[in-house]
T-cell receptor
Framework: KNQVEQSPQSLIILEGKNCTLQ??????????LRWYKQDTGRGPVSLTI???SENTKSNGRYTATLDADTKQSSLHITASQLSDSASYIC????????????WGAGTKLIIKP | DGGITQSPKYLFRKEGQNVTLSCEQN?????MYWYRQDPGQGLRLIYY???????QKGDIAEGYSVSREKKESFPLTVTSAQKNPTAFYLC?????????????FGPGTRLTVT
């Protein structure tokens, strides 16, 4: 069964610190892996999209990595800001599917001043 | 939230009533989607449409219906047949079909049925 699992479920860090969120998936083969940021009560916003052949993709202070051999991805946030408080969701698109996206449950990140 | 609007933001209904959620986009995207989000779970696809006057069931279509009469609009009706309708509903659109095109989401509608 295609699954996407994220860890930790929640994380609290101090403003200015770095953090890394993990994503393990069983989807194989896949076309791309995405990370979204979702503020509470809002729709998700895309941070990065990596094809299966890419190892890393950056978007400002956000850097996503992908290891297709171990079926793991991570999202690293540098110099966290209060506005980074949100849920971060890992999403995998199975290859050959033109609409199906497998969504993780997300990691809820809280940045404290 | 890009150019996607959903209304209303909050919706309350009594059990047994049908309710329609609005979704409009001005991004000129061909594909539109409806998702349901429940606490602690990933988004689940209800319906999607790749082109006007055509739509397909997603993973949890039972108890829901949609129409796509205009490119800009993709309303979702939650019928009384949906056993557990209370949830956060998200509409999205993309220029390509889901797997290739980046999806842009609206702000969501929180539906509470009592």
């Amino acid at each position: 069964k295609n699954q996407v699992e994220q860890s930790p479920q929640s994380l609290i860090i101090l403003e200015g610190k770095n953090c890394t969120l993990q994503c393990n998936y069983t989807v194989s083969p896949f076309s791309n892996l995405r990370w979204y940021k979702q503020d509470t009560g809002r729709g998700p916003v895309s941070l990065t999209i990596m094809t299966f052949s890419e190892n890393t993709k950056s978007n400002g202070r956000y850097t996503a990595t992908l290891d297709a051999d171990t079926k793991q991805s991570s999202l690293h946030i540098t110099a966290s800001q209060l506005s980074d408080s949100a849920s971060y969701i890992c999403v995998v698109n199975p290859r050959g599917s033109n609409y199906q996206l497998i969504w993780g449950a997300g990691t809820k990140l809280i940045i404290k001043p | 939230d890009g150019g996607i609007t959903q209304s209303p933001k909050y919706l309350f209904r009594k059990e047994g009533q049908n309710v329609t959620l609005s979704c409009e986009q001005n991004l000129n995207h061909d594909a539109m989607y409806w998702y349901r989000q429940d606490p602690g779970q990933g988004l689940r696809l209800i319906y999607y449409s790749q082109i006007v006057n055509d739509f397909q069931k997603g993973d949890i279509a039972e108890g829901y219906s949609v129409s796509r009469e205009k490119k800009e609009s993709f309303p979702l009706t939650v019928t009384s047949a949906q056993k557990n309708p209370t949830a956060f509903y998200l509409c999205a659109s993309s220029s390509g079909t889901g797997g290739t095109g980046e999806q842009y989401f609206g702000p969501g509608t929180r539906l509470t049925v009592t």
